[in-house]
């Protein structure tokens, strides 16, 4: 008999073992009980590696979820800080006190105390843009499309940005405070950002404008002024306190005043030096 050939038949040739002789059964039969047991192991190791990188993606899934969160708690650990104390007032081991975590975990999230301070600005600014600038430039756009009243449509428009204030006090009175202690690339993308809204502003006095309802001219300076009196609700929020309960409220109270702003007739002067000042102001382009 071919043992070679029965062997590389594998289980089948089990059938033929009674009809070997004494020496060559049990030798084949250890031949193929090897054969199976390295199958079956092998096998059962790719499974189990399988396995192990299913559990090991998943985990990081996991964490990186888990990282983005506490990211998170600590962020806003140190952004009650940073009001409260200041943000050279506020040490590291404050925040870590803050956000329940060891001294030296606080840099397994920000490399140092300034990237939270820039992660805190970056981040409620891009909220901002994204829930602001997209709405309010709709709105624009379809008051174009309907020829609808300038007056109406800045309203709408300024009455929104104000709300926008009212929902970001904290924030607005954070970067009004630290924006010194901001890296220079930081604060030159906070700037950036801030004439963006500004711009909008400036689309919608435009808008009136172009229809003869607005005074023409330094539309920049008029814009970044409607900015810092829907700014103050936020930075000096204390001036109002009992005498407006809600940001409707100061809102009415601003309509007129800044309709009378841009209805004005008078332009500022033009000569150099307050030229010069007057495009400090422009829309970012």
Known sequence: MNLAFSVARGDRCLALLPMLDKQTGPAI?????????????????????????????????????????????????????????????????????RAGISAGALFTYFPSKEDILVHIITREQERAESEFLDVLRQQIDAAVRNNADPETVFVTVFA??????????????????????????ARQALIAREKRLQAVLGEAIEYG??????????????????????????????????????????????????LAMLEKKAELSTAAGGQRAISQFAPAK
Do not use: C
């Open 29 to 97: 039969v250890k031949i193929l009980s090897e054969r199976s047991i390295k199958k079956q192991t092998v096998g059962g190791s790719m499974a189990r590696r399988i396995l192990r990188s299913n559990r090991k993606t998943g985990s990081l899934v996991r964490d990186a979820q888990m990282l983005r969160q506490k990211r998170e708690e600590v962020a806003e650990a140190a952004f009650d800080l940073f009001l409260k104390q200041g943000f050279h007032g506020t040490t590291t081991r404050d925040v870590t006190r």
């Open 160 to 185: 929104a940005f104000v709300r926008s204030v009212d929902r970001m006090r904290r924030f607005i009175l954070l970067a009004y405070q630290e924006t010194k202690s901001l890296n220079q690339p």
């Open 209 to 258: 404008v172009q229809r003869g309802r607005f005074a023409p001219g330094n539309i920049g300076l008029k814009a970044h002024n409607l900015m810092v009196l829907a700014h103050a609700w936020a930075i000096r929020h204390w001036v109002f306190a009992g005498a407006m309960n809600s940001v409707e409220e100061y809102i009415a109270f601003l309509q007129p005043l800044v």
